[in-house]
């Protein structure tokens, strides 16, 4: 954000000088085109002539925005600007405070937020208002957040409806780690030079500037099938904002294996050609990342800023026998096998059996040989099917 983006948008902008200039003199053309048709209507009245026809408009386009990776000021009519001129691959919004981002989606407009909900897809988007005298049409609506927020603020934030909106963001709420100065110096002109090979990618031309398709190689595809159904199997068990985190994950792995592709060829040396399709190694690497830090980050963030553990773990496991009518009794250690969300850990699964004993859905049972009550938790015929 300090030493190596600024560069990068240095580079970007080293026209733009001349793209303003061309702009501001296609304004002045058209000016004086203006101007010597409203003379020459005006001689055409004095002699009692017909007034000619106005000058054929010239393709003006909005006014050169110079451009940019980031952008700070948020308003949606100034982000939609910078999309249809000068940022045609997307833009990164970078705000220190999360929720004040959320929260002031519709101070102004109450459609702000479906503006917000659609640059996840990246679809064509109108921006029409009644203050602008065009629509801004945006070709690509591609906007990347990036920030942070205080877990009293987002639990705020959870109590809304949930319109998919806080599905979109990947939650990362890690433990604290000891505090030590790094000793090793900023690699910042290998990043600059690595993070600038996205630079000169162009759009593909053939019709107008569009995306290019990057797809998965054949043995990639079923490792992102396998993926899918498994996030579907813990979507099941889940509920609230955690079940919609859960139906966003396979398409955050699928985004994360093209980022990844990239990101291995912006750091390899030579000259060779960007990624044409996502490799088995990236699809494998992102569902990694996804199924094992993501998700588990987001059953934290969700589940720790919503409800206590003591609420929410019996809560899932209840969901799990309901569902699944399991045999009469089950142990610990076939709960974690389970994998449900939040229950893998021997202490999380121990708080939901204990949540479940409290209310009668299960009973200590007796061990396998017949004596007192063992690890075993009975499953009462009164949970409700």
């Known amino acids: 954000m ?22 501001q003199m296609k304004v002045e053309l058209a000016k004086a085109k203006e101007e010597k048709w409203k003379t020459e209507v005006r001689e055409a009245e004095k002699k009692k002539a017909a007034p000619p026809q106005p000058p054929q408009s010239l393709d003006i386009g909005p006014e050169a925005q110079r451009p940019r990776l980031r952008q700070h000021d948020v308003t949606i009519e100034r982000v939609a600007m910078l999309l249809a001129t000068s940022a045609p691959k997307g833009l990164l919004i970078v705000r220190n405070e999360l929720a004040g981002w959320i929260e002031g989606m519709t101070a102004y407009n109450t459609s702000g937020r479906s503006f917000w909900l659609e640059a996840y897809d990246g679809h064509p988007y109108w921006v029409e208002r009644q203050k602008l005298p065009q629509p801004i049409d945006i ?8 920030g942070g927020t205080q877990p009293d603020k987002l639990s705020r934030l959870m109590q809304e409806l949930d319109d998919g909106l806080m599905a979109r963001i990947s939650w990362v ?6 505090f030590h100065i790094g000793k090793q110096a900023l690699g910042v002109e290998w990043a600059i030079n690595a993070l600038d090979k996205l630079r000169e990618l162009d759009l593909s031309t053939s019709m107008s500037p569009s995306p290019i398709m990057v797809p998965l190689v054949p043995s990639a595809v079923p490792i992102l099938e396998e993926f899918g159904r498994e996030m579907q199997q813990r979507q099941r ?3 609230g904002l955690l079940r919609s985190a859960y139906g966003k994950a396979r398409g955050q792995a699928l985004r994360l294996s093209l980022v990844l592709e990239y990101l291995w060829w ?38 720790d800023a919503a409800l206590p553990e003591e609420e929410r773990l019996p ?4 969901r799990w026998l309901i569902s699944q ?55 009462m015929p009164s949970i409700p099917g």
């Open 2 to 23: 300090r030493l190596v983006l600024p560069e990068i948008e240095r580079r970007m902008a080293l026209d733009f000088p001349d793209k303003l200039r061309e702009w």
């Open 237 to 239: 068990w889940a509920s």
């Open 325 to 379: 009518r399991p045999p009469e009794s089950i142990n610990a250690r076939e709960v974690q096998r389970l994998k449900l969300p939040g229950l893998r850990e021997a202490e999380k699964v121990r708080i939901a059996l204990g949540g479940l004993v409290d209310v009668d859905w299960l009973r200590p049972a007796p061990d396998r040989a017949g004596g007192g009550p063992g690890r075993r938790r009975a499953i």
């Open 266 to 303: 912006c750091a390899a040396d030579g000259m060779a050609p960007p990624p044409s399709q996502i490799s088995e190694e990236a699809i494998t690497a992102a569902t990694g990342f996804v199924g094992e830090y993501s998700m588990p980050m987001a059953e934290r963030v969700y589940g």
């Open 173 to 178: 709420w890690p433990d604290p780690v000891d």
């Open 315 to 318: 809560a899932t496991l209840a």
């Open 139 to 146: 070709p690509r609506n591609v906007v990347a957040v990036y």
